[in-house]
């Protein structure tokens, strides 16, 4: 591991980078609550071509290259488990997915917990999604998402009929067997994940909702007939465990999988270019796409 990625690790270690879930319920609402204001940064909009669309209640955020883009289109799932706004890391991400591929890059902020659950938030970004296919034909779209974004990305394209070119799937959740001594020792290692965390997404985002289903857990999903995959995630987090068994469940679908494991890495390692190790796998991130889509197709511009 590089230098730059210790800092990092520690940095993130040490400081409160995320919504804290320490405290009363109540506490943690409000921080919630401060937490979903948050939107698109100034910096976004003076570098790139944004279009801000109001979807009744959230906003959808198209975001271009200035001079436009080339003809391909990525949907951007960003994470949080279904209770947070994107964090600088996710709006970072997108920047260099813009900057990488020269695509249009929607971003949608969907509907969260505790007002919203799994289901709700999906409905939201299977409806982007349609609208995307209003423009672009599915073999110049792809779907990249991270965490819980990953989870609705596998979802999505398991309950599509007109499947994206590709997907990127980066730390998905998949499921903790917390009677399972190798998921405590993973939780243990895991700096940005906590059982806290986890049970208050289990009680508002999976609100009514079964925990094993597709909405929730990507292990549910079903990879037959899915386009390339290109999945990352680290030894050191909390679902490491369950990645075994995960990749060939989609390798059991007939999907072409190509697997990034992060020795020593966290969760989430790969959206961020602060380090080497996240540099690098944006860059090939960036590279999947363009060769997997095509320019080709586009429905509308």
Not at 127 to 132: F, G, L, S
Not at 283 to 290: A, P, V
């Given at each position: 591991?590089?230098?730059?990625y210790?800092i990092?690790?520690?940095?993130?270690?040490?400081?409160?980078?995320?919504?804290?879930?320490?405290?009363?319920?109540?506490?943690?609402?409000?921080?919630?609550?401060?937490?979903?204001?948050?939107?698109?940064?100034?910096?976004?909009?003076?570098s790139?071509?944004?279009?801000?669309?109001?979807?009744?209640?959230?906003?959808?955020?198209?975001?271009?290259p200035?001079?436009?883009?080339d003809?391909?289109?990525?949907?951007?799932?960003?994470?949080?488990?279904?209770?947070?706004?994107?964090?600088p890391?996710?709006?970072?991400?997108?920047?260099?997915?813009?900057n990488?591929?020269?695509a249009?890059?929607?971003?949608?902020?969907?509907?969260?917990?505790?007002?919203?659950?799994?289901?709700e938030?999906y409905?939201?970004?299977?409806?982007?999604?349609?609208?995307?296919l209003?423009?672009y034909?599915?073999e110049?779209t792809?779907?990249?998402?991270?965490?819980a974004?990953?989870?609705?990305?596998?979802?999505?394209?398991?309950?599509?009929?007109?499947?994206p070119?590709?997907a990127?799937?980066?730390?998905?959740?998949?499921?903790?067997?917390?009677?399972?001594p190798?998921?405590?020792?993973?939780?243990?290692?895991?700096?940005?994940?906590?059982?806290?965390?986890?049970?208050?997404?289990?009680?508002?985002?999976?609100?009514g909702?079964?925990?094993?289903s597709?909405?929730?857990?990507?292990?549910?999903?079903?990879?037959?007939?899915?386009p390339?995959?290109l999945?990352?995630y680290?030894?050191?987090?909390?679902?490491?465990?369950?990645?075994?068994?995960?990749?060939?469940?989609?390798?059991?679908?007939?999907?072409e999988?190509?697997?990034?494991?992060?020795?020593?890495?966290?969760?989430?390692?790969?959206?961020?270019?602060?380090?080497?190790?996240?540099?690098?796998?944006i860059?090939?991130?960036?590279?999947?796409?363009?060769k997997?889509?095509?320019?080709?197709g586009?429905n509308?511009?």
């Open positions: 591991m590089s230098i730059r210790k990092a690790e520690r940095i993130i270690n040490r400081r409160n980078m995320f919504v804290s879930f320490k405290g009363t319920e109540a506490e943690v609402l409000k921080r919630l609550e401060i937490n979903h204001r948050r939107s698109l940064p100034d910096a976004m909009r003076e790139f071509r944004v279009t801000e669309t109001d979807r009744g209640g959230y906003s959808l955020f198209k975001i271009e200035k001079n436009g883009s003809g391909r289109a990525v949907l951007f799932i960003h994470g949080g488990g279904g209770i947070m706004r994107p964090t890391f996710h709006y970072k991400m997108a920047a260099n997915l813009v990488g591929t020269g249009a890059l929607y971003l949608p902020l969907y509907p969260l917990a505790p007002e919203h659950n799994a289901k938030s409905e939201c970004v299977r409806e982007v999604y349609a609208d995307i209003g423009g034909a599915p110049c792809a779907v990249v998402g991270d965490s974004g990953a989870v609705m990305a596998s979802a999505l394209i398991s309950l599509a009929e007109r499947k070119s590709c990127v799937l980066i730390s998905p959740a998949v499921g903790v067997d917390r009677s399972d190798e998921f405590e020792k993973a939780r243990r290692r895991d700096i940005i994940l906590s059982y806290n965390m986890l049970d208050f997404i289990g009680k508002y985002w999976s609100a909702i079964d925990p094993k597709v909405y929730t857990d990507a292990m549910s999903a079903d990879y037959a007939g899915f390339p995959v999945l990352f680290g030894t050191n987090e909390m679902f490491y465990p369950g990645m075994a068994a995960y990749t060939e469940k989609i390798r059991g679908g007939g999907a999988l190509t697997v990034r494991e992060g020795r020593g890495m966290f969760h989430d390692w790969a959206i961020s270019d602060a380090y080497p190790e996240g540099k690098k796998a860059g090939e991130i960036c590279g999947f796409i363009l997997k889509t095509s320019k080709t586009q509308q511009s």
